[in-house]
C-alpha cells in the first residue's frame, strides 16, 4: 500500500488532496456497483423498486389516508357500518379504538387496569435493568425478587386496599409476559442443571435427564398443555383444584427446560477438553470448575441459539388458548368475536403483530449487542 | 264408634307424619338437606358460583369491550348466582375451549357450565352429567346467497358446500346427503373467519353450521338479505346448562330457574314490571314470586328468588331479545308453547 501512495505523491506532488470520485465512492458508486452491475440485475433492482413502490402506498393508503379511526358507539353497540362500507380500501382502527383495552388487558376489571398496566412497565423495567451489564451483580437477586413479588401483588391483590381479582380474570399482554418470564426464569436453570446431568458419570442420573429431555421433545406442546389441563386435573383427589395458569406455566417451563437442556449441552460439548483438564489440574471441585470455568464459556458460545430458543417460546406462550386463558393473541381474537367487529380481523392481527415484533426484536437487538461484547475475544 | 277412633288415629298419625316432614326442612334453614348437596354447600362456602362458559361466542358467551361477560349462556349463570345469593355479580367465569369443558366440571373446577353443549345419551351418562333443560333449540342448516334462487336444502344437488371440520357438523353433512341420495362437494375449512370468507367469495354454493352460528354470520354481512338461511333442519342440537353427578338439589335449581325463566315470560312477568305484579291476585303468580307458598325454601334457597331473578336478569324472552335477537337469532323453535314454539315449563306449584 505504502509504496503506491509514494509513488502517487512523486508524480503528482502540487495536487491538492481531493476525495474520491462520486462514481467510486458513496451511495451512488454503491448502487451502481450492486444493483445496476448488469442489465439482469438492473432488471430486477427495476422490478423490485416498483413492488416495494406499490405496495408501500398501497399499505400507506390502506393504514392512514383511507383509514377510519373511530365509529360512534349507540347504546353500547358500536356502528360500524362506515367501515364495512369501504370494503377494505382502508383500514378500521376503530377497532383498536375500541378494544384496545380488552386486547392489551383481557377481562381485567375495567377499572383496575392501572394494575396490569403497571404491570407490564415493571416487566420491561425488570427487562431493561437485567439487560444492563452494570446490574450483574448478586443485585439481582433481589431485584427479582422484588419485583415479581409486587407484580404478584398487583395482579392478585388482595392486600393494600387493593380489592382481590381472580386468575381467571387476568388477561392479554400481563398473561404472555407472566408466562414468558416466568417460564423462561424457572425453565434456564432447570435448563442448566440437566444439561450438566446429561454429561454426568452418574448412570442414574444420566438416564433420568436423557428420559426428560426426550420425553418432552418427543411431544408438541400442544399436547402438554392438554395433558396439563385435561388429564392431570383428573388424576387430582376430589375437591383439589391446581390453578389452570399455574398448570399451563409448569407445562411451558417444562418444554422449554427440555429445549434449552439441549442448547446448553452443545456449549458444554464445544468447549475444549482442556479446560475440564486444566480446571481439573488446579484442583477446582466440581461446581467450581463448572460454575467459574465451564458455564460461562459455554453459555457464551451458545447465545444466538439460547436467543432463538426464547423468541420462540415468547411466541410459543400464545398456543394457551387452547386450554382457554386469554393471552394477548387469544384477547385479539375474542375481540372480534362480537358481530358488529366481525370480519377486522387484519387490524387486530397487524397491532398483535406489532406488540409481539416489539418484544422479538428488542430481544434479538440486545442479543448481537451481548454476543459482540462477549465474544469480543474471538472476533477473526 | 271403632271406626271413628280409627279415623281419628290415622288423621292424628297422618298430622304427625306431616310434621314430622315438613319439620327438618324448615330446621335447616337456609341450606336443608346439607350435606345432600355437595356442589350447592361448596358454592355457598365459597360465596362465588364459578360458571364454566365458552372462550367467545357472539350472543352466547363473550367478553365485552370493558371485559365483562355478556350472553345468553352468561345470563344463565347469572340468574343462579341471583338465586344463590341475591346478587347476579358473586360468579367467576372461567372459559372453557370444546375440549377441555367437560374435564373442567368433572374435576370440580367449575360448579357448572352454561356452554352451548348439545345434550345427548353418552354425556347425561357415560361422562356422568345432568342436563338440566333445554333453554336453546338448535340445529344444522344451510345458508346460500339470496341470487341463487334456492328454497329448500334438496335443491343442493351437485353444489360445493363449505364446512367447518372436526364437529358434528361434518359428520350430520355426509349423513343427510348419503340419506336423501344428495351429491355434493364438501369444502372443508378450519377456522371460522376463512370458512366465512370462502362462502362470502363465492368458492361454495351453501355454508352450513348450526342455525345460530349462521344467523350470527348473515347479521354481519354488509347485506344481510343477500343470504337466505334455508328452513331445512337437519340435526338435532339441544342446547342446556349441564352439572356433575350427585348433586340433585343443584340440578333441581337449575333446572327450576329454567322454567322459572319460561314460566315468568308466560305469565307476562317482566324486570320492569314485576314489582307491580308483586300483588297480582293469580296465585301461580303469588307462588312464583314467592308471596305465597314455599318455592323457594324446597328449592334450597330464599322463596323471592324468581322475584329477584327476573329483576336483575329478566324473563326467558327478554334474555332471548338482550343476547341473540341483535345477532339476528329468530324465536322460531325457542319461542313459548303457547307461541307454537317448544319452550313449555311445568306448573310453579
Redesign the interface.
Known amino acids: 500500500m505504502s509504496d503506491i501512495t509514494l509513488d502517487a505523491a512523486a508524480r503528482a506532488p502540487e495536487a491538492a488532496p481531493r476525495s474520491a470520485p462520486i462514481t467510486a465512492i458513496g451511495p451512488i458508486a454503491w448502487a451502481r456497483q450492486n444493483l445496476f452491475g448488469s442489465w439482469w440485475s438492473t432488471a430486477v433492482t427495476l422490478v423490485l423498486a416498483y413492488l416495494i413502490v406499490r405496495w408501500t402506498i398501497g399499505f400507506v393508503e390502506w393504514a392512514f389516508l383511507n383509514a377510519i379511526w373511530e365509529v360512534p358507539v349507540v347504546n353500547?353497540?358500536a356502528q360500524t357500518q362506515a367501515c364495512?362500507?369501504i370494503?377494505g380500501v382502508g383500514a378500521c382502527w376503530a377497532v383498536i379504538t375500541?378494544?384496545h383495552?380488552?386486547i392489551l388487558?383481557?377481562?381485567?376489571?375495567?377499572e383496575q387496569h392501572w394494575r396490569p398496566a403497571l404491570v407490564c412497565l415493571l416487566f420491561v423495567g425488570l427487562y431493561v435493568v437485567s439487560a444492563m451489564r452494570r446490574f450483574w451483580t448478586w443485585h439481582l437477586v433481589p431485584i427479582w425478587a422484588v419485583t415479581l413479588t409486587v407484580i404478584g401483588v398487583l395482579m392478585w391483590g388482595g392486600v393494600f386496599g387493593l380489592p382481590y381479582v381472580?386468575q381467571?380474570?387476568w388477561?392479554g399482554l400481563p398473561i404472555t409476559l407472566i408466562l414468558s418470564t416466568f417460564g423462561l426464569a424457572m425453565a434456564f436453570p432447570l435448563a442448566i442443571l440437566v444439561a450438566l446431568g446429561r454429561r454426568s458419570k452418574l448412570p442414574a442420573i444420566k438416564m433420568l435427564c436423557v428420559l426428560y429431555v426426550e420425553l418432552i421433545r418427543g411431544v408438541p406442546l400442544i399436547s402438554l398443555l392438554?395433558m396439563a389441563?385435561?388429564?392431570f386435573?383428573?388424576f387430582?383427589p376430589?375437591?383439589m383444584?391446581i390453578d389452570?395458569l399455574l398448570r399451563a406455566q409448569i407445562a411451558i417451563t417444562l418444554f422449554a427446560g427440555a429445549y434449552l437442556a439441549e442448547v446448553v449441552r452443545a456449549g458444554l460439548q464445544a468447549l475444549p477438553r482442556g479446560q475440564y483438564e486444566a480446571a481439573d489440574a488446579i484442583g477446582l471441585s466440581y461446581w467450581q470448575k463448572t460454575g467459574l470455568i465451564i458455564l460461562p464459556q459455554a453459555l457464551r458460545l451458545v447465545i444466538p441459539p439460547l436467543v432463538n430458543t426464547f423468541i420462540g417460546f415468547f411466541k410459543d406462550t400464545s398456543l394457551v388458548?387452547?386450554?382457554?386463558?386469554?393471552d394477548l393473541l387469544?384477547a385479539g381474537?375474542?375481540?372480534i368475536?362480537?358481530?358488529?367487529w366481525?370480519?377486522f380481523?387484519i387490524e387486530v392481527y397487524v397491532t398483535i403483530g406489532v406488540i409481539y415484533f416489539v418484544f422479538c426484536f428488542a430481544m434479538s437487538k440486545y442479543s448481537q449487542d451481548l454476543e459482540r461484547d462477549l465474544n469480543r475475544h474471538r472476533r477473526r | 264408634m271403632k271406626a271413628l277412633r280409627l279415623a281419628v288415629a290415622c288423621a292424628v298419625g297422618g298430622l304427625a307424619l306431616a310434621a314430622t316432614m315438613t319439620t327438618p326442612t324448615r330446621a335447616q334453614q337456609p341450606a336443608p338437606a346439607a350435606g345432600n348437596a355437595p356442589t350447592m354447600d361448596a358454592i355457598r362456602a365459597r360465596g362465588t358460583l364459578i360458571c364454566g362458559v365458552t372462550t367467545g361466542l357472539a350472543g352466547f358467551a363473550q367478553p365485552d369491550s370493558q371485559g365483562v361477560w355478556r350472553g345468553f349462556d352468561v345470563d344463565y349463570c347469572r340468574a343462579v348466582a341471583v338465586a344463590l345469593f341475591n346478587d347476579a355479580n358473586r360468579v367467576r367465569y372461567v372459559p372453557t375451549t370444546a375440549q377441555a369443558r367437560f374435564t373442567a366440571l368433572q374435576s370440580g373446577e367449575v360448579d357448572m357450565l352454561a356452554r352451548n353443549t348439545t345434550w345427548t345419551l353418552s354425556r347425561d351418562t357415560s361422562l356422568g352429567f345432568d342436563f338440566t333443560g333445554i333453554n336453546f333449540y338448535d340445529g344444522q342448516g344451510f345458508m346460500v346467497k339470496a341470487s341463487t334462487g334456492v328454497r329448500t336444502a334438496r335443491e343442493l344437488e351437485g353444489a360445493t358446500i363449505c364446512v367447518q371440520p372436526g364437529t358434528t357438523t361434518e359428520q350430520n353433512l355426509t349423513d343427510w346427503a348419503r340419506a336423501n341420495r344428495i351429491r355434493f362437494t364438501p369444502v372443508v375449512i378450519e377456522r371460522l373467519e376463512e370458512v366465512v370468507q370462502a362462502y362470502v367469495a363465492g368458492r361454495c354454493d351453501a355454508y352450513t353450521t348450526d342455525v345460530s352460528g349462521l344467523a350470527a354470520t348473515r347479521s354481519a354481512q354488509p347485506n344481510p338479505r343477500e343470504h337466505t338461511i334455508l328452513p331445512d333442519v337437519i340435526s338435532k342440537e339441544p342446547l342446556g346448562p349441564l352439572v356433575r353427578h350427585g348433586d340433585q338439589r343443584f340440578a333441581d335449581l337449575l333446572r327450576w330457574i329454567h322454567f322459572g325463566l319460561l314460566g315468568a315470560e308466560e305469565l307476562g312477568i317482566t324486570s320492569a314490571n314485576v314489582q307491580q305484579r308483586m300483588t297480582d291476585a293469580n296465585p301461580e303468580v303469588q307462588r312464583m314470586l314467592g308471596r305465597s307458598g314455599d318455592l323457594g325454601r324446597m328449592l334450597g334457597v330464599d322463596n323471592a328468588w324468581m322475584a329477584n331473578i327476573i329483576r336483575t336478569v329478566g324473563n326467558y324472552g327478554e334474555i332471548f331479545a338482550r343476547n341473540l335477537e341483535p345477532i339476528g337469532i329468530q324465536r322460531g323453535p325457542n319461542a313459548l308453547w303457547t307461541q307454537g314454539g317448544l319452550q313449555y315449563s311445568p306448573p310453579f306449584r
Open positions: 353500547g353497540q364495512r362500507e370494503k375500541e378494544k383495552r380488552f388487558f383481557g377481562t381485567y376489571p375495567f381472580p381467571e380474570r388477561g392438554f389441563s385435561v388429564m386435573p383428573l387430582l376430589e375437591g383444584n389452570k388458548l387452547i386450554i382457554g386463558i386469554f387469544t381474537k375474542t375481540a368475536v362480537e358481530p358488529a366481525q370480519g380481523g
